[in-house]
């Protein structure tokens, strides 16, 4: 089996065992993944691609100049920027940020994987229920291979409303929502899941709980331990003052728990200690764009 150092620094192997795992870009950075090329692999299209590394399509396409209708060919090299500031260190345990929809898993003081997530579902006016991942810690409480899915009332209540037929339980297998692998927290009803719709990771599409690639899960589900304990955090600006450079990372407030994000911005920039040092235009472009790519917004 490959060690997690090798793995660190694979971008694929085939497009059944695809594993991502945002490598370093140093040693003692704090900004996993880099700038690189991605190669088209056959069946890929540029929503999957994008779920599989956890960026926007759109910012696939403009950075590769693609047209809107453009057709993705196996061997195709795209460039991609994979660059994230982590959102929160730990020795041990899961961290995921919302905004930006990425799981990260820290094994003695280092990360170990980084990968992206489906979360909760936006919540828009008339609908029952709030679907939104909920904020907060929480620890791992099982783990279970080929699991039974006992469908919530809420969700019971949804299918109903919607004309889909209503299910009870659902058996393992290839149309189980689970997929083969769950991480049950002891948060109700969230749990860290395989999902069999891959292009529904890095959207807000779940009723609350995390979906997961299945190539990602089953790594994942091998390395954490019943136990492990996590924090589900809300952070749509990072900030980060390293090696000379201010850098700034920006994303949707999708729930809407921050209100200014320019204030935001500025609060976390003067908390790097070095926010004479930023030029205020390249933040306000940032704050624009609002793609999640991190940006060095030094004053030169």
Avoid at 97 to 115: A, C, H, Q, T, W
Avoid at 126 to 136: A, L, V
Wanted: hydrophobic fraction near 40%.
């Amino acid at each position: 089996m490959l060690s997690f150092n090798l793995l660190n620094h694979i971008i694929f192997i085939t497009t059944a065992v695809f594993v991502y795992l945002f490598p370093f870009t140093s040693a003692a950075s704090q900004i996993v993944g880099k700038e690189e090329q991605y190669i088209v692999q056959k069946g890929d299209t540029l929503d999957f691609i994008a779920s599989k590394l956890g960026l926007k399509a759109l910012k696939i396409r403009n950075d590769n100049k693609l047209a809107k209708d453009a057709k993705l060919k196996p061997g195709m090299i795209l460039k991609v920027d994979t660059r994230r500031i982590l959102p929160k260190s730990i020795n041990n345990g899961i961290i995921i940020n919302i905004p930006e929809r990425m799981l990260y898993y820290f094994k003695d003081g280092k990360v170990s994987m980084v990968f992206p997530v489906g979360l909760g579902k936006i919540f828009r006016g008339g609908s029952d229920n709030n679907w939104h991942t909920p904020i907060g810690q929480f620890s791992i409480k099982a783990k279970q291979k080929d699991p039974v899915w006992y469908v919530p009332v809420s969700i019971q209540r949804e299918m109903e409303k919607e004309g889909k037929p209503v299910e009870v339980i659902v058996s393992p297998g290839p149309d189980n929502p689970l997929g083969r692998f769950v991480l049950r927290t002891d948060i109700h009803n969230i749990h860290i899941h395989e999902t069999i719709y891959p292009t529904s990771v890095h959207k807000f599409s779940s009723h609350g709980c995390i979906r997961v690639l299945p190539q990602h899960m089953e790594v994942f589900f091998k390395e954490v331990e019943i136990g492990t304990v996590g924090e589900i955090i809300y952070k749509p600006i990072k900030a980060l003052y390293e090696n000379g450079r201010v850098y700034i990372e920006v994303h949707k407030d999708y729930y809407r728990q921050i209100g200014d994000l320019q204030e935001e911005a500025k609060r976390l920039l003067a908390q790097t200690g070095n926010i004479s040092r930023v030029d205020w235009k390249k933040v306000e472009k940032a704050l624009l764009d609002v793609d999640g790519s991190v940006v060095d917004v030094t004053l030169n």
